[in-house]
């Protein structure tokens, strides 16, 4: 089945980053499962495929993974969601260090791959690099040669994202920002900062 331009177009624009969920809406590990196959026909830079992912879904194992997160740099006064509202299961995706010591674009193609699956089953995530490595590893008794690299926060949206064009100033302010009816508005440069023109 092809999914035409528009389509593709629409998908994008509506794959938000989610900070708030709806908690108590549990992410079978099934439904992980997956996403996480999808990753298996994504690009690979050398087709080495070394990035794998360990599932959490468990709610006590989900307690323990939340605490090692940093969430929303431009929040200073926000220390992430509240009880209720906390990402419902987790896929933290890890290096396999016996494949390499880093994975080229692999890391980015397979959690855009699976940040559009999930929007296909109605589910929002957070993609977070700021966390306690050492600490998530030891929670989730990876082995030594695993390196995580990011963890995906995911469950049902209880919040809503609004995409704001700028104004085309280079120096415009790119930085997120949320409203006080709590809508989360992320500013995205217009079409015409992006293409450069040939000298």
């Not at 080229?104 to 940040?115: H, K, R, T, V």
């Not at 700021?130 to 990011?150: Q, V």
């Not at 949320?178 to 440069?189: F, I, L, M, N, W």
Request: charged share 30%; proline share 5%.
């Amino acid at each position: 089945m092809k999914i035409d331009f528009q389509s593709l177009r629409r998908m994008i624009i509506e794959d938000r980053t989610v900070r708030r969920f709806q908690e108590s809406r549990r992410v079978p590990r099934e439904t992980l499962k997956d996403l996480v196959e999808l990753t298996r026909y994504c690009h690979s830079g050398r087709n080495a495929q070394p990035l794998k992912y360990m599932a959490v879904c468990d709610e006590e194992m989900c307690g323990k993974v939340f605490p090692t997160l940093k969430w929303a740099g431009y929040f200073k006064d926000w220390d992430g969601p509240e009880a209720g509202e906390r990402p419902a299961a987790y896929l933290i995706q890890c290096l396999d260090t016996k494949y390499g010591q880093e994975c080229l674009c692999d890391d980015g193609l397979q959690l855009e791959a699976i940040s559009l699956g999930m929007q296909t089953l109605g589910l929002g995530g957070c993609i977070i690099k700021a966390f306690n490595a050492p600490l998530l590893a030891e929670i989730l008794n990876l082995d030594e040669r695993m390196k995580p690299r990011y963890v995906l926060a995911i469950g049902y949206p209880a919040e809503k994202v609004s995409i704001e064009d700028m104004d085309g100033d280079e120096d415009a302010d790119f930085k997120y920002y949320r409203t006080a009816d709590e809508v989360h508005h992320v500013p995205k440069r217009q079409l015409s900062e992006l293409l450069l023109d040939i000298r």
